[in-house]
């Protein structure tokens, strides 16, 4: 029987999943375990890239070895928080929830005026710090949660959500997401929900995007893996518009892809020519 | 004749630890009655070096080229690692190694420096290609990259090859829904070198990550016919074992007599020709 289709798949981006999920549940166990630890902590938003890291986390290291952390803010919406434990129950790791409110209010009542993307960056960053704190308490490492699109897009907040020590989904298309998050078996009312970074209520990804992820996931394929110009992306039925916005975005947004910039001022610049391997 | 593939994973940098690795698996090809054994690309010292190649670098004359000579008593042994030269420029090197000595050493023609790559940032070119006699027949020596340059496959057929080794570090990438691209690719490359060239053909790779590239593993077999004999999983550490019949390249020569008219004047003509149009001769 045919498989339900719950999106609309690009067929270039359709992924062969049994490989993929082999390749990186090997890359969690060696990344992780050659820096000397067999655990992960993830933060779960209750969204789909969160919740295929846990997956994937628990089939590298076992449900006991894997601590999943909920985060809510008091406007975060209580569908998220259910669909995280939704994750937690299916897999049965040990969790944490942790609410943020109290912090982030303290904080802001300094700056009452304060807007929306200010208040989600904070909020993105202390959720970090809580991570990394109880990454030392269970004596495991951060698994990342930022997926290629949102990667090449910038749609997330450096320091932040862009934070992890390692990060198995940062080469897959959020359409290649969710293929591998059906095949690992991530609860279908995930798969099914419109994407949101949930950092204020009712927000959502593709209307902030002005497209559907299936179409800028097409877009993306072609500028970066098939490295076509502006006018085969027209003869795909792109705008010149969306492809200079899109290209625009990733040009503005390289910076959060990088470590800081190193001003050279010794004949041995670490990035420059300090090269040695991260693994070294 | 028995060949053993070691499908390993190195230590990046390691060069003690891996030369215990070779021992066990040696040793391990030898219970199962192997009498080659290859390993992968710079198996002795891991792949992702960048700055660390000077420290993992030795001579050919040096003590630990020795010891990892001495492996080879009662099994030959094919395995690669960096080579400091005399003018102390370094090469990715392949050794064949038979009973305690070295036979025949191969620096990387081609070190592969576009896309994800960046060899010749560290690494010299070698700048030849020789078969080498063996008690299993010519073998010629090709490392990853060099394979995908065909004249390299021709020029060894020419001198006789029957046995094509090509120890490599390929990664996994490109996938699709029909699985890895680059898998794919090597299986069409091999095939086409073993049918073309009517020899043997042992691709050993390696498999592990490093710096987040997995590398694929998928080290084959494949007999003068292009069939593939034996072919190892994907990422995962293996010992593979083939054995390969004495009278396959015989036989496939028969069938298919490419090399018989080959016209390797013709070819030395062409390119002078064509290297004279453009300036270059």
Not at chain 2, 98 to 107: A, I, W
Not at chain 2, 219 to 242: N, Q, R
């Amino acid at each position: 029987m045919a498989e339900e289709a719950l999106w609309e798949i690009p067929p270039e981006l359709r992924i062969d999943c049994a490989a993929v999920r082999d390749g990186l549940v090997r890359f969690l166990r060696e990344e992780i375990g050659r820096a000397g630890f067999h655990r992960a902590v993830v933060g779960l938003s209750g969204g789909i890239d969160s919740a295929l890291s846990a997956f994937l986390a628990v089939e590298a290291f076992g449900a006991d070895d894997v601590l999943l952390v909920r985060m809510p803010y008091e406007t975060s919406s209580p569908e998220s928080l259910g669909d995280a434990q939704a994750v937690i129950d299916t897999l049965g790791t040990p969790s944490e929830t942790i609410a943020i409110t109290e912090q982030i209010d303290a904080y802001f009542r300094q700056f009452p005026q304060a807007d929306a993307l200010r208040r989600g960056n904070k909020m993105a960053r202390e959720r970090m710090s809580i991570l990394y704190d109880l990454s030392r308490v269970f004596d495991g490492l951060v698994v990342g949660t930022s997926n290629k699109s949102e990667l090449l897009l910038g749609y997330g907040t450096q320091f932040g959500d862009l934070a992890s020590a390692v990060n198995p989904i940062g080469d897959l298309y959020k359409s290649q997401v969710r293929q591998l998050a059906r095949f690992c078996g991530v609860p279908r009312q995930i798969l099914i929900k419109p994407p949101s970074a949930d950092l204020w209520p009712g927000q959502s990804d593709e209307v902030e995007l002005g497209s559907t992820y299936a179409e800028i996931d097409r877009l993306l394929y072609g500028l970066v893996d098939q490295r076509l110009d502006l006018e085969q992306l027209i003869g795909r039925g792109f705008s010149t518009e969306m492809v200079e916005q899109v290209l625009k975005r990733m040009r503005q947004n390289q910076y959060k892809r990088r470590m800081p910039v190193i001003a050279k001022v010794s004949t041995r610049t670490i990035g420059a020519d300090f090269r040695y391997p991260r693994d070294w | 004749m028995r060949v053993a593939l070691a499908q390993i994973k190195p230590q990046l940098g390691q060069w003690s630890e891996n030369l215990d690795l070779h021992r066990q698996w040696i040793a391990q090809a030898k219970v199962q009655g192997a009498q080659l054994v290859v390993f992968p690309e710079l198996a002795m010292t891991g792949y992702t070096l960048k700055d660390l190649v000077d420290e993992v670098a030795i001579s050919l004359s040096s003590e630990a080229f020795a010891s990892l000579a001495a492996l080879s008593m009662e099994i030959d042994v094919v395995t690669s690692f960096v080579e400091e030269s005399n003018h102390h420029v370094r090469y990715i090197s392949t050794a064949y190694l038979s009973k305690g000595r070295l036979v025949h050493c191969h620096r990387k023609i081609y070190p592969v420096t576009y896309g994800m790559f960046d060899e010749m940032r560290y690494f010299g070119k070698g700048d030849q290609v020789r078969t080498h006699a063996t008690d299993f027949g010519e073998v010629g020596l090709l490392v990853c990259e060099d394979a995908w340059h065909p004249a390299l496959g021709y020029l060894l057929s020419q001198q006789g090859a029957e046995l094509l080794i090509v120890p490599s570090c390929s990664p996994l990438r490109g996938v699709t829904a029909e699985g890895w691209k680059s898998i794919q690719t090597w299986e069409h490359l091999l095939i086409a070198d073993a049918t073309l060239f009517g020899c043997w053909v042992f691709f050993c790779n390696r498999v592990g990550y490093e710096d987040g590239v997995g590398f694929a593993g998928r080290s084959m077999v494949i007999d003068p016919f292009g069939e593939i004999v034996s072919a190892a999983p994907v990422g995962e550490e293996t010992l593979l074992l083939a054995e390969c019949d004495d009278t396959a390249v015989h036989r496939a020569r028969l069938g298919a007599q490419m090399l018989r008219d080959e016209d390797a004047y013709l070819v030395l003509r062409e390119l002078q020709a064509t290297l004279a149009r453009r300036g270059e001769l």
